[in-house]
């Protein structure tokens, strides 16, 4: 008869999908003591829980951190949710964990969680009603135990970064009977004392420990406050109600101050560096000025009048001598054509005539003798000749053609 031959990896797969396919494997919470817990550097969480009977491996991936809310030590009593499964690769069978909690606070933690859900779905957690926190605040409002650690951080932060800050405590109770009252009380009376941000918080401790800032009354008073407040609970894995409604979350008291007080010193940097610059900004506008006014000044130099009018009287001389010069040259033209005309009056003149030899002849009675006709035998005429007058009588008249082209 043949006998069936498997593989371990046909094993382990067969093994795994038996895990896979029992509903209470899927989901399932066990309790035990915390040991061989290793935070490796991916972000996953490895660790064993174990009673007086056994030991059982477990692993939490980084994608499932948001369901731990506290540091895992070894020796620590916890709860895990999640499922069991097989590693194929060593065959081993774990807890892949999604939710861890500290053995003890289930009912306080349904409390919480359940809180949680009704708050946000009042929209007591939404983003548009966080208040910003001021910038530089002078007036600090502190809501914490007056002789814990989170008081004294906060001192010596405030101290460090800016000692002009002021500081006001409202010494509350932040745990056991009474402390929700204390602590809403601190925040109403801080309100009305006109501080300008606020911080409400307390060192770390157990869920029971930190409780008080659980309470929805709490988360209300803070919700209500009109002054913005930063809450400051316990360490950085820990996560109360008061954070979620608070405007900003610290992770620690002392972080609480690093956000709240300014640093003076490294404001008092930035104004020396916005003094340079400013120094800087007004050099420059101050030479585009100076350059200004010396442009305004050649222009107003040049618009005086006495300018306008040293201008006009340099285009006066200059007419003037245009004038002048046009005058000259039209006096020439004139004297040239004077010239021209005297030559002609000369070629024409009775006198240039009889220095030539021609006279000048005039009939008894001061006429011009131009023809015979106008003298007769025995008549007196005057002769005009270049130097004087011949008195002479006419003999006789004779007519005689003469060419009349010379």
């Not at 020396?272 to 400013?278: A, T």
């Not at 245009?322 to 021209?340: P, T, V, W």
Request: charged content about 25%; glycine content about 8%.
């Amino acid at each position: 008869m043949a006998q069936n031959v498997y593989t371990v990896r046909q094993v382990n797969a067969y093994i795994k999908n038996m895990f896979t396919q029992d509903f209470m494997l899927n989901r399932i919470y066990v309790k035990g003591e915390v040991s061989n817990c290793k935070y490796h550097t991916s972000g996953h969480i490895y660790f064993s829980l174990k009673d007086e009977s056994g030991t059982i491996a477990c692993v939490m991936f980084a994608g499932q951190r948001g369901g731990l809310s506290f540091r895992m030590s070894d020796g620590r009593q916890v709860v895990v949710l999640g499922s069991v499964n097989v590693y194929e690769r060593s065959g081993s069978y774990q807890i892949y964990a999604r939710e861890i909690r500290p053995d003890g606070d289930g009912i306080l933690y349904e409390r919480f969680q359940m809180l949680k859900k009704e708050l946000e779905e009042m929209g007591m957690f939404a983003p548009e009603y966080k208040k910003p926190i001021p910038a530089y605040a002078r007036r600090i409002g502190v809501v914490t135990a007056p002789t814990g650690a989170a008081i004294r951080d906060i001192m010596n932060i405030a101290a460090r970064r800016n000692p002009f800050v002021q500081l006001i405590l409202y010494p509350a109770q932040v745990q056991g009977e009474g402390a929700k009252e204390s602590i809403i009380r601190g925040i109403r009376m801080l309100e009305e004392t006109g501080v300008d941000v606020m911080i409400v918080g307390r060192g770390g401790g157990s869920i029971e420990d930190l409780w008080a800032f659980n309470e929805e009354d709490v988360a209300r008073a803070i919700f209500d406050c009109r002054v913005p407040v930063i809450s400051a609970v316990g360490h950085e894995t820990d996560t109360t109600i008061a954070d979620y409604t608070a405007d900003l979350r610290a992770p620690t008291p002392s972080a609480a101050a690093e956000l709240a007080v300014y640093d003076y010193r490294q404001t008092q940097m930035q104004m020396q560096e916005y003094q340079i610059r400013m120094n800087r900004l007004l050099m420059h506008k101050a030479e585009i000025a100076r350059f200004r006014i010396r442009d305004y000044h050649t222009r107003f130099k040049y618009l005086h009048p006495r300018y306008r009018l040293q201008e006009q009287q340099q285009k006066l001389a200059e007419a003037e001598d245009m004038i002048r010069q046009l005058m000259a040259g039209r006096l020439e033209k004139e004297r040239h054509r004077l010239s021209l005309y005297m030559e002609i009056m000369k070629g024409l003149s009775p006198i240039q005539r009889l220095n030539r030899g021609y006279s000048y002849v005039e009939g008894r009675e001061g006429g011009v003798v131009k023809s015979i006709r106008h003298v007769r035998k025995g008549d007196i005429v005057s002769i005009y000749v270049t130097d004087g007058v011949i008195r002479a009588s006419v003999k006789d008249v004779k007519e005689e053609k003469h060419d009349q082209t010379g």
